[in-house]
């Protein structure tokens, strides 16, 4: 993890998170097709859809590095992983368990999925700001 410095630009920041935020927004709903929430999701058959999913996902932090912190774009080879691991943990959970949309554990899944993103895309924002910033 890179040491932050003694002072952070506020401003790229908010940036960085605003654009996450937008990015996780297009990514995980407006851009992701029937073929991958349903693809990635299945037994057998996952890779292909996943990957694609993922690779949406590594598109866009390739997209914000590059406009905040161009030193920084290997981010998006972190982002495909641990996209990809925590999206792969929730179906296997979900496999395992056979949570129904009725059931509260199936939207604790969910929530817990979701908020593990947005922390992974806090902890980015953080590195693209210090870096940005001078550290």
Do not use: C, N
Not at 47 to 61: N, S
Not at 69 to 87: E, T
Request: aromatic share 10%; no cysteine.
């Amino acid at each position: 993890m890179p040491i932050l410095p003694e002072q952070i630009s506020t401003q790229l920041l908010i940036w960085a998170v605003a654009l996450f935020i937008i990015k996780h927004l297009a990514a995980d709903f407006l851009l992701q097709t029937g073929w991958m929430a349903k693809g990635k999701e299945r037994v057998e058959g996952w890779f292909a859809p996943l990957l694609a999913h993922i690779a949406v996902h590594a598109v866009g932090t390739l997209l914000i590095a590059l406009l905040l912190a161009p030193q920084m774009a290997w981010l998006a080879l972190v982002d495909l992983i641990v996209h990809g691991l925590i999206d792969k943990s929730k179906t296997q959970i979900q496999h395992r368990f056979r949570f129904k949309v009725e059931q509260a554990a199936y939207w604790w899944l969910l929530g817990v999925d979701q908020t593990l993103h947005h922390l992974t895309h806090l902890a980015f924002a953080v590195w693209i700001a210090a870096a940005a910033s001078g550290a």
